[in-house]
C-alpha cells in the first residue's frame, strides 16, 4: 500500500503523540521534499518524527508545471499531490479544505488526519477519539464546532 502524507497529518499526530498511528494504518508513509522541509522549518510538532524509520523522503520526478487547479496551492500540498499521482498512491493524506478537494479533483483517495483517528477506533487501535481530538485543539489545531459536534457523532461519542 502506498501512502503520500502532506504536512498537517503528521504534525496533528505528533503534537497527540499518535505519530504510530500511521504505521500502525498504512505502514509505511511517504513524504515529498517540500513537505520534510515545511517540518524540518520549525522545531516543533513533528520535527524529529518526521525522522522515523517508516516514513521516508521522495523527490517528485515530474516537474512540469501543475494544472491550473494546484495554483492555489502550497507547494507542500502541490508536491503531495504530485507524488501521489506519480506513484499511483493508494492514499493521500491531506487536510486543508483547498488541499483535500484538489486532491479528491485530481482523483485520488484522499484521507483526512481526523479520518485517521475514525478508522483507528474502527481497528481498536485506540478505544476514544474525543480525547484525541480535544487534545489536537488544545495543542493548536483548530476545527469549527460543527466539525467537531459531527466527528464526535460519527465516532459515537456524542
Known sequence: MITV?????????????KIELLKEIF???????????????????GFSEVDLEFISVQSVKNRKKP????YAL??????????SQELNADNTLI???????????????????LSILLKAKELKIV???????TEMI????????????????KADEL
Request: no cysteine.
Open 5 to 17: 502524507s502532506n504536512t498537517t497529518p503528521i504534525i496533528s499526530l505528533s503534537s497527540i503523540g
Open 27 to 45: 505502514q509505511e508513509i511517504i513524504i515529498p521534499e517540500a513537505v520534510y522541509n515545511e517540518i524540518k522549518a520549525k522545531q516543533s510538532y
Open 67 to 70: 494544472n491550473s487547479s494546484l
Open 74 to 83: 502550497d507547494i507542500g500540498e502541490i508536491e503531495t499531490i504530485l507524488l
Open 95 to 113: 487536510d486543508e479544505k483547498i488541499g483535500y478537494n484538489a486532491a479528491k479533483k485530481s482523483g485520488l483517495n484522499a484521507i483526512r488526519t
Open 127 to 133: 478505544s476514544e477519539v474525543k480525547p484525541l481530538i
Open 138 to 153: 488544545s495543542k493548536g489545531r483548530w476545527y469549527s464546532n460543527n466539525v467537531y459536534i459531527q466527528f464526535l457523532k
